[in-house]
Nanobody, 122 residues
Framework: VQLQASGGGLVQTGGSLRLSCTASGGTFSRYNLGWFRQAPGKEREFVAGFGWNGVTTYYAESVKGRFTISGDNAENTVSLQMNGLKPEGTAVYYC????????????????WGQGTLVTVSS
């Protein structure tokens, strides 16, 4: 499956952005999806995850209550609504798909999108 992330940009502290991840070339609903981010000089970290089975969502503690992940099986899209953005949220955001399990670590993902840059100004 191929993943295409979009929606990044420049936003002020406290602002909002909506990222989208669109899949092609596979049966989207067989995968669990995750959003990860990587800030300059730091390791890639988990942000939010989405499981089609029972429509499960789960989040990193740092974004709970501010970010919302959702999926649209008909559109082959998983989105990440980000509210209350903080400067430490500046990173390249990646969507990823896992063939098994609900990914929380990069090494649990089988497919990756190309990333979209989010910059939060202070």
């Amino acid at each position: 499956v191929q993943l295409q992330a979009s929606g990044g940009g420049l936003v002020q502290t406290g602002g909002s952005l909506r990222l989208s991840c669109t899949a092609s070339g596979g049966t989207f609903s067989r995968y669990n999806l995750g959003w990860f981010r990587q800030a300059p000089g730091k390791e890639r970290e988990f942000v939010a995850g989405f499981g089609w089975n029972g429509v499960t969502t789960y989040y990193a503690e740092s974004v709970k209550g501010r970010f919302t992940i959702s999926g649209d099986n008909a559109e082959n899209t998983v989105s990440l609504q980000m509210n209350g953005l903080k400067p430490e949220g500046t990173a390249v955001y990646y969507c990823a798909a896992a063939d098994r399990g609900r990914p929380r670590r990069p090494d649990e993902c089988d497919f990756w999108g190309q990333g979209t840059l989010v910059t939060v100004s202070s």
